[in-house]
């Protein structure tokens, strides 16, 4: 414990330092390899010797390269021989570095080879490794053999011969040699024994303990004392110092002690005259003196003297007490770390160093005598500096990987950096947060360098939340951006690297990878880690961290209805976006009971809320995914129509559709039906079987036959004959209806056939026949379509029989028919078996069918593969027909915007037609062939013309275009209303003209529709724009720009219109709803390519839509005071049963849109009433009546009525802009929602919560404020503990205000940023005080909020912790680090409490919800809550939430006793721990850069850093 030597010794042996780590230690000797292998001269072993400095103690190495043994342990010895380089045949400690590729680099590793030598080493002694007579015995271990042989050096001959030397003949004297086996005792300063110095023949062992004498042996040589006999020495023996005369024996002590010791007690009081012995010994010699410790001093040197003074540093036999003399002003900081790195000083000295510089330093802002606050922040300030210098020296070392000895200085640098951490020399937090701030910037070319560091420091990170997360975070990121990296196979070592390093994280501090904002990102890339001994661990720690972290982002207000509506929005969700194939993962996720999540799956299928048949195609694929392989879906399905009776037909036809296709493929089994209904009793009311009849048993008729075998067909007839339905009439009803498919598709027929001699039956009236027929005849024509009809010609194409092509029409005519059967299975079907068809027209045909039923095959799955395979033909046919493919080309460039990921095929597509229309050759083969150019009249022809010759030149002039396009359009308006092809013709000329400039073209076609949008006399729109639209010249965008008369009609309508232009919104309303059929004017072709643009306007602009449709409203309110009546288009009640259909689509594609423009008030009372009435049919269609209060609106709200709810309330909360009673009316709206909404959860009714994040921001502000207090109030506490009468009923009102809560936080982006309520954190404390609680009438309490209350208040906490909200920086909201702080404390100290409730697992929940909010705690409430909590645990839980690790230096108290015990028995009983001595504590300042091993040039008697004083330490004499 110090560095002073015992009393009478001149040496001052080496030492390890106080620090206790173990990576600093003392120097040693050092010797180069040339002095351990070469023999060293007589010359220089004398110059040695003579240059040996008086004041050293020791055998230093001086500056003439004589180096004395080299210290440490003999292993060590062994291990510095390793490396040998054949240059110089030298040694440094350079080769002996961290990153050697056969060595782990450790912190162990790190450390200077030049360790301290052993204890028993006490001297230094001489090398041993020299070739003269005095050599001792050899190294105890064998020396590793030298790569090199080192060749002895011959001396030279000399010149002159020298005569041989004459042998020495004289006789010896007689030598008595010292026995080996004589005891020896230490030297203690005193001469040597006589006779041992020259004795040339003394033992290995003897010579290596030349410093202690032998007892009571003396070689005789007559003048010593001994030797003269007198009679003194005779009687008394002989003594080296003469006794006091009071202290002589006069005779044995044997008479009077011997009887003593032969008593019982003699062994105690032996024991007794021993201990008082070693008590006076102990207390004779103890060291009473105060420390006289001063660092050592800094004196100002020349740049050559304190270059000398850095090299002696650098020499390890240079004694540290010699350089503590004069240690030089000016190295500090940077300079002191690049100095020690150049002249390659010894890491412990170089500790050393930075010790004297700092605690000078430090102890400067002690000397300024200022206050204590100043000094404090002085010296942290300071030793903050000192950590960026280190931290820079690290980052430029590493960085210079250009230099030569890089790998050695890296080593260096890195081991010095982590002695000076290791002693507590640096800044560790701001050290920390250096290494993962590198870390996390670091490119993956320094990436290993940086893995290499910071594992050094690893346990210490991951210790603390603050820098334990960050890691975590990093490591993912570089995982997860090699792992999705395009070059990864050249990067599979690191990534393999860090796999492992993942491993062992999960592993080792699983808790550092719960942060959801990151969890969410980066965990993709740990699904295919590679097996491992730990794989099953791991999963298991992966499968955790994933309902960790899920915890705390998903909503926790898991209630059956709240569920249902997070499964409907999915549902939407697939609706709107068919091809996001993540959606029905995350739909499966949301609960563990699958039979809930089927049930209401078929509920949004069979929902009348939810138009199109996309979605029966959507439940289906879901019931047949992987996901529900272990769910018994016809057991769901009969469940769920035992329960729900399904009284509206339209609901009865989506299950017989949704049924027979899972009854298709497998997944309904037909006889487990027939069981069910046997069971229940069977079929015996023929009611039951008609098309009115009970969904049930009405099912066994529409289920297919055809995909039946031939036992359940017969069982099927048995059940239906008992409800006298005919099974005959019903085949031959199916048999009758594939008869005039045939005749209407001209397949010949049999000639037995009834209908061999009839005339066919037209398309559409067969089409709307089969409309209104049974599933199960709907599924047999599709079946019979597909299979047989379009499989056969297939197939015969296929097979190389010289089989025809199909028709287009006969296409055209089958696609229609399995569109009117909805069976969209076997239309996929039909479209892939005409793939092998080289007819561009019929290819660009099925496209077409893909692009207008999208969301349909998106549901089953074949859209892309569909394109794809249409894609590939489309290049086949390119090369073997050339332009004749540009049918299919302009089909797939309309296709593929609508589907994702296919960027570039899009582009190149539409490159592909752009260049092909404005080819020249384009002309041979377009629309206007030659037949088709001799029915034109002679004006036509010569636009015609004029074009042709406008194609031969690279760019048109804009006049020339005008010309044309006005010329073109005035011919166009004189065939509008005749149904004339010429006016097709019209269509496909401006479809010539428009490439050639396509925005001029557009803004000329702007300018021609905002002409006719003010015509008053002329024919319906509908006549003439779907010509134009389908052909491509009028684009949707030009539509809706152009629909209002003026800026601003899309909020209120303008009287001033007349005649058609007052239906002008109405018509284009109406045009885009109405289908059409082939005419004149538009083909079959045309028709069906309008469709696909309708269908995109309600898909893709349904913003656009909206005002569209407020502004037809508009015009419908007004035209009652027009003084000429006209007709309106929506007085059509076809037109009134689409236009509800559109805007029910409408308000699901984007409900917010749909509420902000239709809530707009207009002061036209009719349109408001209009409005109105419009959305309360949307959302109850059988009401009529207008207004709906709120109490109305929300009995209404479910699952699956909440966009049109929102709607409807949005209407109801809409004021008056610039009212003078506006705020008023608004302030009352607001009581009266509020009013309608408490009697909601009181009546437990939260259906509509869903619908509160999309009102305004005030409405859900108030309204959330309102619940967080209802919620709040009903948490009961010690003072106010509820009652068990109203118990229950309080549990299930917090869990609806809950719902509440959570549905206006989780979707509200338009709150205001709040930090958590002061009332919540007081109420969390109350649950901990009943926690903490131990008397027994608290005891059902206790149960009450450990079942009950606190998982609630824990689910309200997590939503807080979502990453939306956890981004927010807290310190800048008003109170709110204070009040997280609060939580925080209150959280930690339930985590303890809670592990007194193991099974309830809500002490993990706590902990990953503390972990959650302290990532966004501000520094000075960190500190706050460290301080609070620092003396009440030491639990390293909550160490490492809050990054609190307690600094060594601080945990020492100094203890003073009050009275000092006296006697021996007292001392022995306080030795013991008996006795009532009092103790008072008090801090101990421990001061880190004090504990010098070598602190001042003069040694004292306590002169060490700590004084010895504290040890009891004593003097050895």
């Not at 010249?1033 to 209120?1052: D, N």
Request: proline letters at 6%.
């Amino acid at each position: 414990m110090t560095s002073r030597p015992p009393m009478a010794v001149s040496q001052r042996q080496p030492q390890r330092t106080l620090s206790g780590s173990g990576l600093s230690q003392s120097p040693t000797h050092q010797r180069t390899l040339s002095q351990q292998y070469l023999p060293q001269s007589p010359i220089r072993k004398s110059e040695a010797l003579s240059e040996q400095s008086p004041d050293l103690g020791d055998v230093a190495q001086g500056r003439y390269n004589t180096l004395p043994r080299r210290g440490g342990s003999r292993l060590k010895l062994e291990l510095a021989n390793d490396g040998i380089e054949h240059p110089g045949f030298s040694e440094s400690p350079q080769t002996l570095d961290a990153l050697s590729a056969n060595k782990a680099f450790t912190p162990s590793r790190v450390m200077s080879m030049n360790d301290v030598s052993d204890a028993g080493d006490m001297t230094p002694h001489t090398s041993r490794c020299q070739t003269t007579d005095e050599d001792s015995a050899p190294l105890p271990m064998p020396p590793r053999r030298a790569r090199f042989v080192v060749p002895a050096k011959r001396p030279e001959p000399s010149s002159t011969t020298t005569a041989p030397l004459k042998k020495d003949a004289r006789p010896k004297p007689f030598s008595l040699e010292t026995p080996s086996i004589a005891p020896r005792y230490p030297n203690m300063g005193k001469a040597e024994p006589i006779g041992t110095a020259k004795n040339k023949d003394i033992t290995a062992r003897a010579r290596a303990d030349v410093g202690l004498g032998f007892a009571d042996f003396y070689a005789w040589n007559g003048g010593h004392a001994e030797d003269q006999f007198s009679d003194s020495i005779i009687k008394h023996g002989y003594f080296d110092k003469t006794p006091a005369q009071s202290t002589q024996e006069a005779s044995s002590a044997k008479a009077p002690l011997f009887p003593a010791l032969k008593h019982k007690s003699g062994l105690h009081t032996l024991s007794t005259i021993f201990t008082g012995i070693m008590n006076s010994r102990r207390h004779s010699g103890q060291i009473t003196s105060a420390s006289t410790f001063k660092p050592p001093p800094r004196v100002t040197l020349t740049d050559t003297k304190r270059e000398i003074w850095l090299k002696d540093l650098a020499n390890p036999a240079i004694s540290l007490r010699r350089l503590s003399r004069t240690i030089p002003h000016g190295i500090r900081g940077k300079i002191l770390l690049d100095q020690c790195l150049n002249k390659n000083v010894p890491t412990d000295r170089a500790v050393w160093l930075a010790k004297c510089v700092g605690a000078n330093e430090i102890r400067a802002f002690k000397r300024k005598g200022v206050n204590g606050t100043f000094v404090m922040g002085g010296e942290a300030k300071w030793i903050r500096d000192w950590t960026v210098f280190v931290e820079q020296f690290v980052d430029t070392v590493v960085n210079a990987f250009a230099e030569n000895d890089w790998k050695s200085k890296v080593t260096y640098a890195i081991r010095l950096a982590t002695h000076l951490y290791a002693e507590h020399l640096l800044d560790r937090d701001h050290y920390m947060d250096w290494l993962v701030s590198g870390l996390e910037n670091s490119s993956q070319a320094k990436l290993p360098m940086w893995l290499l560091i910071i594992q050094i420091y690893w346990k210490d990170l991951l210790k603390l939340r603050r820098h334990g997360r960050r890691l975590i975070s990093a490591i993912l990121s570089h995982h997860s951006s090699i792992y999705f990296h395009p070059d990864r196979d050249i990067l599979l070592p690191l990534s393999a690297r860090l796999q492992s390093l993942v491993e062992s994280l999960l592993l080792s501090s699983p808790e550092n990878f719960i942060n959801p904002g990151t969890w969410f990102k980066l965990r993709d890339s740990l699904a295919v880690l590679p097996e491992t001994a730990h794989s099953e661990s791991r999963s298991k720690l992966l499968k955790s961290i994933e309902l960790r972290n899920d915890y705390l982002t998903s909503s926790n207000a898991k209630s059956q209805p709240a569920l249902r509506s997070i499964v409907v929005q999915l549902l939407d969700s697939i609706h709107r976006t068919p091809l996001d194939e993540t959606i029905p993962k995350r739909l499966w996720k949301t609960s563990e009971n699958r039979l809930s999540v089927v049930r209401t799956i078929l509920e949004w299928c069979t929902s009348l809320y939810r138009p199109g048949i996309a979605k029966v195609y959507v439940a289906a694929t879901l019931l047949r995914s992987p996901e529900a392989s272990d769910i018994d879906v016809t057991r769901a399905i009969l469940d769920f129509l035992g329960a729900d009776a399904l009284h509206e037909n339209a609901r009865k036809q989506l299950v017989y559709h949704f049924v027979s296709e899972l009854a298709r493929s497998g997944h309904f089994s037909v006889p487990q039906y027939m069981q069910w209904l046997i069971a229940r009793g069977g079929i015996v009311d023929p009611a039951e079987t008609n098309p009115d009849g009970p969904c049930v048993t009405r099912l066994l008729v529409e289920i297919p036959v055809h995909s039946m075998n031939e036992s359940m067909r017969s069982l099927r007839a048995t059940l239906l004959r008992r409800a006298n339905f005919s099974v005959e009439f019903e085949s031959r009803d199916i048999t009758m209806a594939l008869s005039h498919v045939k005749k209407t598709l001209s397949i010949p027929l049999d000639s037995a056939d009834p209908l061999l001699h009839k005339k066919p039956m037209s398309l559409k009236k067969l089409s709307k026949l089969i409309r209104l027929s049974s599933s199960s005849l709907k599924t047999t024509i599709s079946s019979w379509l597909s299979n047989d009809f379009i499989g056969g010609i297939a197939q015969n194409l296929q097979s190389g029989k010289g089989g025809l092509e199909l028709p287009k029409a006969i296409f055209e005519a089958v696609r229609t028919l399995l569109e009117t059967t909805e069976d969209y299975a076997m239309l996929d079907k039909a479209l892939k078996l005409m793939v092998s068809s080289s007819n561009p027209e019929l290819l660009a045909c099925c496209v077409d069918t893909v692009n207008l039923h999208l969301p349909v095959f998106a549901a089953i799955g074949t859209v892309k593969p569909l394109f794809q395979v249409f894609n590939a033909r489309l290049k086949i046919i390119m090369e073997e027909q050339g332009l004749s493919a540009r049918p299919l080309l302009a089909s797939l460039a309309d296709l593929a915007p609508q589907l994702t990921g296919l960027g570039d095929v899009t582009a190149q597509l539409q490159t592909d037609l752009i260049r092909i229309d404005r080819s020249s050759a384009a002309d041979a083969s377009s629309p206007l062939s030659d037949n088709m150019a001799t029915q034109l009249q002679d004006a036509e022809t010569e636009l015609s013309e004029q074009i042709e010759k406008l194609a031969s030149y690279t760019s048109a002039d804009r006049p020339t275009m005008e010309r044309l396009f006005h010329a073109i359009i005035k011919k166009l308006q004189n065939y509008w209303g005749k149904a004339d092809e010429r006016q097709r013709l019209c269509c496909i000329l401006l479809t010539r003209l428009r490439v050639f400039d396509i925005q001029h073209f557009g803004t000329l076609m702007r300018g021609w529709v905002q002409h006719i949008r003010k015509l008053s006399n002329r024919p319906p729109i509908h006549q003439l724009l779907p010509s134009l639209i389908s052909s491509g010249c009028l684009s949707l965008p030009i539509l809706f720009a152009t629909a209002p008369r003026s800026q601003g009609q899309s909020s209120q309508f303008q009287p001033s219109a007349v005649g058609s232009a007052s239906i002008y919104m109405q018509e284009i309303l109406q045009m885009l709803m109405m289908p059409f059929s082939p005419s004149p004017a538009m083909t079959s072709e045309d028709c069906y390519r309008f469709s696909i643009i309708q269908d995109h306007a309600r898909r893709k602009h349904a913003k656009e839509i909206m005002p569209l449709i407020r502004g037809a409203l508009a015009e419908y309110s007004a035209s009652s005071h027009q003084q000429i009546p006209i007709q309106q288009p929506l007085d059509d009640e076809e037109t009134k049963t689409q236009l509800l259909e559109l805007l029910r689509g409408l308000v699901l594609v984007d409900p917010n849109a749909a509420s902000q423009t239709l809530s707009l008030k207009s002061p036209d009372p009719k349109l408001a009433a209009l409005i109105e009435t419009w959305t309360t049919k949307l959302l109850a269609p059988d009401d009529n009546s207008g207004q709906k209060s709120f109490e109305q609106v929300l009995e209404l709200a479910n699952e699956f009525t909440l966009p049109f709810c929102q709607v409807k309330l949005s209407l109801n909360l809409a004021t008056e802009d610039g009212g003078p009673d506006g705020s008023e009316r608004l302030q009352s709206q607001f009581e009266l929602l509020s009013k309608a909404i408490d009697n909601a959860i009181d009546a437990n009714n939260i259906m509509w919560t869903g619908m509160l994040p999309s009102l305004s921001s005030e409405i859900t502000q108030h309204m959330r404020n309102r619940a967080e207090s209802r919620f709040l109030d009903l948490i009961p506490s010690l003072k106010n503990p509820s009652g068990e009468a109203v118990f229950d009923k309080d549990i299930y009102m917090a869990e609806n205000l809950l719902t509440v809560i959570d549905s206006i936080l989780s979707g509200g982006s338009g709150l205001k940023v709040s930090p958590l309520p002061s009332a919540l954190v007081d109420k969390l404390a109350d649950l901990w005080d009943i926690m903490a609680s131990k008397g027994s009438e608290y005891a059902s309490l206790r149960m009450a909020v450990l079942s009950h209350w606190l998982p609630l208040i824990f689910s309200y906490l997590t939503l807080y912790t979502s990453p939306s909200t956890g981004t927010i920086d807290v310190s800048k909201l008003s109170g709110g680090g204070e009040v997280r702080a609060r939580a925080l404390v209150i959280l930690a100290g339930l985590v303890q409490e809670l592990d007194n409730h193991p099974s309830s697992n809500l002490g993990q929940k706590a902990f990953d919800i503390a972990l959650a909010l302290v990532d966004g705690l501000p520094e000075d409430a960190r500190l706050q809550c460290v301080r609070a909590v620092r003396d009440a645990t030491a639990d390293p839980r909550i160490r490492y939430l809050f990054s609190y690790a307690p600094n060594p230096a601080e945990v020492f108290m100094l203890s003073h006793r009050e009275k000092q015990p006296q006697g021996i028995q007292e001392r022995r009983a306080m030795a013991w721990g008996f006795g009532n001595y009092q103790e008072r504590l008090t801090p101990f300042a421990f001061r880190r850069w004090e504990i010098l091993n070598e602190p001042t040039p003069n040694v004292g008697e306590n002169d060490t850093s700590l004084s010895l004083t504290l040890f009891d330490a004593r003097k050895i004499k």
